[in-house]
């Protein structure tokens, strides 16, 4: 059965520091999103692209945030100046109608 | 925005019992998903149930979305049901962004 992938599974990076997050979403998906979760907390919506674009940002998706679909299967979320309250698991997903896949997640601590 | 909101927040349970969890939402919705994510974080999706009834083994939901909400029963709980279930809704018509509602921790005692 096909799935998200998404790697690392853990990074460590300091303060400061750009990170880039992978995932490849399932393979005839046209909608791919980002998510994440804080530490004990619930799962927050980042930003979904369709189409080459951003179709919709939350208000934590700010300037330091991009995201990237470079080839045909990958699908990247770019940190471009990491803080502190930006450890948190992130997750990816996609979908082809209205159900969507989640990838296993990044957990990223940045110290 | 979308409010949404389960219970119980918490819930403690001999291996064996069975279950029934719970997801409000404030507003109709077109899609709605349940979730489980285990002790590794991962979410693993159960159900994509935006109305009506469904079963798969020992784990059944229903939507009723012209009342808004919908409910996850588990039977039979095993230890391996431990985790968080989360309900999520997408108000958009469909391909928008889901909302989480706040989780219920289950945990499933030998």
């Known amino acids: 059965e096909p799935e998200v992938t998404q790697t690392p599974s853990h990074q460590v990076t300091q303060m400061g520091q750009e990170v880039i997050l992978r995932c490849v979403p399932i393979?005839?998906?046209?909608?791919f999103y980002w998510y994440r979760q804080i530490l004990g907390q619930k799962v927050e919506f980042l930003v979904s692209f369709y189409n080459n674009e951003i179709s919709e940002k939350s208000e934590i998706f700010d300037d330091q945030f991009s995201v990237e679909r470079p080839d045909g299967s990958n699908f990247t979320l770019k940190i471009r100046s990491t803080k502190l309250e930006d450890s948190a698991m992130y997750f990816c997903?996609?979908?082809?109608?209205?159900?969507?896949?989640f990838g296993p997640g990044t957990r990223l601590t940045v110290t | 925005g979308i409010q949404v909101e389960q219970s119980p927040p918490d819930l403690i349970l001999q291996e064996g019992a069975n279950s029934t969890l719970r997801c409000n939402f404030s507003?109709?919705?077109?899609?709605l998903q349940w979730f489980h994510q285990n002790p590794w974080g991962q979410l693993i999706n159960l159900f994509y149930i935006p109305s009506g009834t469904k079963q798969n083994g020992r784990l059944s939901a229903t939507t009723v979305a012209t009342e808004r909400y919908s409910l996850l029963y588990i039977s039979s709980s095993q230890t391996t049901d431990s985790g968080v279930y989360f309900c999520?809704?997408?108000?958009?018509?469909?391909?928008?962004?889901?909302?989480f509602g706040t989780g219920t921790r289950l945990t499933i005692i030998p």
């Open positions: 997903a996609s979908g082809q109608s209205y159900e969507q896949y």
């Open positions: 999520a809704v997408d108000q958009a018509f469909g391909n928008e962004k889901l909302t």
């Open positions: 393979s005839n998906h046209l909608y």
């Open positions: 507003d109709s919705v077109n899609n």
